[in-house]
C-alpha cells in the first residue's frame, strides 16, 4: 500500500514548456544545438516530476504550454500527474492563473519550474511545512535572482504584474512587494538552475548529465 501524502490539502505544480527545438533552452543552443536543447527540457521536466512524486507529499499537477505535446502528455502518464494548459499572458499572468486554479482546491500550492536540478523532496517538504506553519508565502531563490520555486496559502497579482521574467530582479522585487503587503514569507536556501554553458558544465561536473549532441 502506497504511503499516504504528507500534505493531502496541498499541490504541487510543475510549470513547463513543451520540448520543442528552438523553443526551449535557447541561451544553450550555441553549445547543445535545438535537438540538445528540447533533449535537455525533457530530461529535467522528467526528472522534476521523479522528484515530486517521490517525495509523496501531495497531489502533482503538471501545468504546460502544450498539453497535446506527446512527451508532455506521456510523462503525465508516467507519473501520475494531472495534466494543465497554462493559459495565455506572461509568465506572471500564467503562474497567478495556476495558483488561484490549485487554491480554490487544496489549502496550499507550490508551484515549481523545471531548470533546477539541485531540487529535491526535502525542499519541497520545506516548502510545504512554512505553509502550513503559517507563512502566506514561500520561496525558492536561485544565484541568478530568480526563483525555481514560488508557493503559497493565498496569491495576489501583485507578486506576478509587472515583473522583469529572466533579469536578475525577480526575487528582489518580489521580497519587495511582499513587504509592501505585509505577507509573511520564509525562503528555502539558495540554489541554481540551468541556463548558461556554464550551468551546464557544472551539472556535468556533479555527475547528473551523460551529455551529447
Known amino acids: 500500500m502506497a504511503d499516504a501524502p504528507l500534505f493531502p490539502d496541498g499541490r504541487v505544480l510543475v510549470f513547463s514548456k513543451a520540448p520543442v527545438p528552438g523553443q526551449v533552452k535557447t541561451r544553450l543552443m550555441p553549445l547543445l544545438g535545438g535537438d540538445g536543447c ?3 527540457q525533457r530530461r529535467l521536466v522528467a526528472r522534476t516530476l521523479q522528484t515530486a512524486v517521490s517525495a509523496s507529499l501531495c497531489p502533482v499537477e503538471l501545468w504546460c504550454t502544450d498539453s497535446a505535446d506527446p512527451f508532455l502528455r506521456d510523462c503525465a502518464g508516467r507519473y501520475g500527474a494531472t495534466l494543465h494548459d497554462q493559459g495565455e499572458g506572461d509568465l506572471g499572468r500564467r503562474m497567478l492563473g495556476a495558483l488561484r486554479d490549485a487554491l480554490r482546491r487544496a489549502r496550499f500550492a507550490v508551484l515549481v519550474g523545471t531548470d533546477c536540478p539541485a ?16 507563512r502566506d508565502v514561500v520561496l525558492g531563490p536561485v544565484e541568478d535572482g530568480g526563483y525555481w520555486l514560488i508557493g503559497g496559502r493565498r496569491t495576489d497579482r501583485r507578486l506576478f504584474d509587472a515583473i522583469p521574467w529572466g533579469s536578475g530582479r525577480v526575487a528582489a522585487l518580489t521580497r519587495a512587494r511582499l513587504r509592501d503587503m505585509q505577507w509573511s514569507w520564509e525562503e528555502l536556501p539558495e540554489s541554481w538552475d540551468i541556463d548558461r554553458p556554464e550551468d551546464l558544465a557544472r551539472w556535468r561536473r556533479l555527475g547528473n548529465l551523460c551529455a551529447g549532441r
Open 38 to 40: 528540447a533533449r535537455l
Open 119 to 134: 531540487a529535491s523532496a526535502a525542499d519541497l517538504a520545506h516548502a510545504f511545512a512554512a505553509l502550513r506553519a503559517g
